[in-house]
């Protein structure tokens, strides 16, 4: 029997049998070296087979299931908001990542559930929002000093700290917002 798991955290699987020795399960491949003769069937009185009929399934990870897979970006919608946001942070002294991007913008419609799923890694250090530069007051936009998109820009105690602008790989570019994260968290 192979368990097919779309998470590839899932590190341990049992097999629970009525009256039958528990297999040992790895890498999704069955092997019970003493007792077992196929899948299926047991092989324990004078060679003959009887079929298993009963079996419970049981599946364990080693992973902390309570901690989100990805957090959704908040969204700033003009000056306003963002000094709320920043006065926020600087009260509970935690930084914040924007991501300055447009609607229109592959790489930044690629990138967002990267930063989605980094922003779950970091959930309770750092807090992640996103700014559409076409839905926003320019004034905002100038605020940012945004030239290029993606921008992903680190903002702590009220100023920002340090940007990312992501016009190449998305893997490089989380890369470098991870190292740029480490360096101010």
Known sequence: MSILSPNSHLLYTQLHHRDVQQP???????????????????????????????????????????????????????????????????????????????AW?????YLKPKLEKLAAEYDTKLKFYCVDVN???QALVKRGKISKMPTIQLWKDGEMKAEVIGGHKA???????????????
Not at 31 to 58: A, E, L
Not at 105 to 109: D, G, L, Q, V, W
Request: hydrophobic letters at 40%; proline letters at 5%.
């Open 105 to 109: 913008c592959r790489k930044c419609i």
């Open 135 to 137: 839905n926003v007051p």
């Open 24 to 102: 040992n399960w790895s890498n999704g491949c069955c092997s019970n070296p003493s007792k077992t003769c196929g899948f299926g069937f047991d092989r324990r009185k004078n060679d003959q087979f009887k079929k298993i009929v009963k079996r419970d399934c049981k599946v364990e990870a080693f992973w902390d299931v309570s901690r989100p897979a990805f957090v959704e970006m908040e969204p700033i919608t003009d000056s306003d908001h963002l000094d709320v946001v920043l006065e926020q942070a600087k009260q509970v002294s935690q930084p914040i990542v924007i991501d300055w991007m447009a």
């Open 171 to 185: 893997w490089l570019v989380i890369e470098e917002v991870r190292e740029m994260i480490k360096n101010f968290v």
